[in-house]
T-cell receptor, first 115, second 109 residues
Framework: ETGVTQTPRHLVMGMTNKKSLKCEQH?????MYWYKQSAKKPLELMFV???????ENNSVPSRFSPECPNSSHLFLHLHTLQPEDSALYLC??????????????FGPGTRLLVL | DAKTTQPPSMDCAEGRAANLPCNHS???????VYWYRQIHSQGPQYIIH???NNETNEMASLIITEDRKSSTLILPHATLRDTAVYYC??????????FGTGTRLQVFP
């Protein structure tokens, strides 16, 4: 238990569906992250939020839309996804952003399957 | 951030020490060495990090060579639950964690 929770843990959706992934951190952190891990590939950073402002967007397609309403919650809104978007989506948080000693704590992930 | 090189896989007997090496020959003076692990289909778990001194916590020890070009993560008494992929990451003035392919550690009875 890292203090970072993600729901749902598993999600199956069609290409025309709209769904949202939720992340909540109970650590009092100010920075939150979305990562994607496709099968047999390393984790890839998608988005970073610091104090509810997006500070990093790693060329992620617009069918992925993040939202950070407050420092404890992070959402990833999904629409018109492709089968190749099937992956493990991981949320992480850290105390702050911009300092190299910040340790990131990860949630358990949401396993997404796009049909 | 500096690149790291790790062996793709290692085996270790339960109860023995697991020593996981990492080469980071291009590391610069202000880059930290971080270790995470990922048990199958779970989120990565932070283990330990260091700059130049050896570090120890309740999970592991980190030994960094004097020239800082390599390091070793030591799990002193490996258990079956330590079976995972272990990632060595170096980072400087950024919060980006750039994960490589890591070392798959298999602990056997």
């Amino acid at each position: 238990e890292t203090g970072v929770t993600q729901t749902p843990r598993h999600l199956v959706m069609g290409m025309t569906n709209k769904k949202s992934l939720k992340c909540e951190q109970h650590l009092g952190h100010n920075a939150m992250y979305w990562y994607k891990q496709s099968a047999k590939k390393p984790l890839e950073l998608m988005f970073v939020y610091s104090l509810e402002e997006r500070v990093e967007n790693n060329s992620v397609p617009s069918r992925f839309s993040p939202e950070c309403p407050n420092s404890s919650h992070l959402f990833l809104h999904l629409h018109t996804l492709q089968p190749e978007d099937s992956a493990l989506y991981l949320c992480a948080s850290s105390q702050g952003w911009g300092r190299s000693q910040e340790t990131q704590y990860f949630g358990p992930g949401t396993r997404l399957l796009v049909l | 951030d500096a690149k790291t090189t790790q062996p793709p896989s290692m085996d270790c007997a339960e109860g023995r020490a697991a020593n996981l090496p990492c080469n980071h020959s291009t590391i610069s003076g202000n880059e930290y060495v971080y270790w995470y692990r990922q048990i199958h289909s779970q989120g990565p778990q932070y283990i330990i990090h260091g700059l130049k001194n050896n570090e120890t916590n309740e999970m592991a020890s980190l030994i960094i060579t004097e020239d800082r070009k390599s390091s070793t993560l030591i799990l002193p008494h490996a258990t079956l639950r330590d079976t995972a992929v272990y990632y060595c990451i170096v980072r400087v003035n950024t919060d980006k964690l750039i994960f490589g392919t890591g070392t798959r550690l298999q602990v056997f009875p």
